[in-house]
């Protein structure tokens, strides 16, 4: 059965869990979500779907969100769905779930991924995690590579799975918190700045998902169309990108099993 994988990555963790997933389903195609984002409908012709990318404010990332309206399903007969997390999934793929019914399409299986978190998180976001985390609920998973098997394993043979996700009131205090961030997201990157290590190499304009960052005098401005997923930080060789309230030394990181080039990429196929 072909599949088709459509994928949302900034510092890796989404990206090398697709490669795994792709590797292991073979006659796979795995999408870049940022490179379709601009186009007004696609169609999803394989039999065989899957969706994953981070959770961002306790729900989808606003880019993954708005991909998710613009897709038709020609033939679709079974979709699964993967969000990486730093321990708090809430009701990202009940989101999803949701989301998907609208086209006559259902979640067959979600699962949460924990992941090692490269993003710098503020105080602020800090605490809140905290917060979430004591009234989450129960949510303890085996390690990325032992999910990995039990997860192809469930895909592979077409299986239904529980759309994973935490308790009743993590999820309602989530989507609350969620609907304000994502406003917030958008023009957060009024918080970047650069510094007198830019080199002006354009890599920032190009990791950017939404194509929010352009070159001026040699510099890049952030337009407010931001998904605040940190890839301009991560990814910039200089660490000449600075976000207000993290600490000026602090080490850029992003998952080791992806390379700059496969973010940017539109994709590949097993
Ligand atoms: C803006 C932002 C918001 C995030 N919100 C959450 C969250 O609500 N819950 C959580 O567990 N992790 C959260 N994370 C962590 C990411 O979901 C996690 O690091 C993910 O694996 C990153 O995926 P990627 O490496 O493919 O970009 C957040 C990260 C960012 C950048």
């Known amino acids: 059965m072909q599949t088709t994988i459509y994928y949302f990555s900034a510092t890796g963790n989404s990206l090398a869990m697709a490669k795994k997933i792709a590797t292991h389903l073979g006659n796979t195609k795995l999408i870049s979500i940022p490179k379709l984002i601009n ?77 090692p978190n490269h993003t710098p998180l503020s105080e602020d976001g800090l605490a809140i995690i905290k917060f979430m985390h004591s009234i989450s609920g129960k949510q ?73 960052i352009k070159m001026k005098e040699n510099k890049p401005v952030w337009l407010n169309n931001c998904e605040l997923c940190f890839a301009c930080f991560e990814w910039c060789p200089m660490e000449a990108i600075q976000y207000k309230g993290t600490p000026k030394d602090l080490k850029r990181s992003h998952n080791d099993e992806v390379t700059y080039e496969e973010i940017i990429a539109k994709g590949s196929e097993t």
């Open 140 to 212: 303890v998973y085996a390690s990325y590579e032992e999910r990995l098997s039990e997860i192809v394993s469930i895909v592979k043979n077409n299986q239904p799975h529980k759309i994973e996700t935490t308790s009743w009131l993590s999820n309602k205090v989530g989507s609350f918190l969620y609907k304000g961030a994502m406003k917030t997201f958008q023009v957060a990157d009024q918080n970047f700045s650069v510094n007198e290590n830019c080199t002006h190499c354009n890599k920032c304009v190009t990791v950017c998902p939404r194509n929010n």
């Open 39 to 115: 186009q007004n409908e696609i169609t999803v012709m394989t039999s065989k779907v899957g969706f994953i990318f981070p959770v961002y404010a306790w729900g989808m990332p606003r880019i993954v969100a708005d991909f998710v309206e613009k897709l038709k399903f020609k033939n679709t007969e079974y979709a699964f769905a993967i969000a990486t997390n730093a321990g708090t999934i809430a009701g990202t793929l009940l989101q999803l779930q949701k989301a998907l019914k609208k086209s006559n399409i259902h979640l067959n299986a979600g699962f949460s991924v924990t992941a």
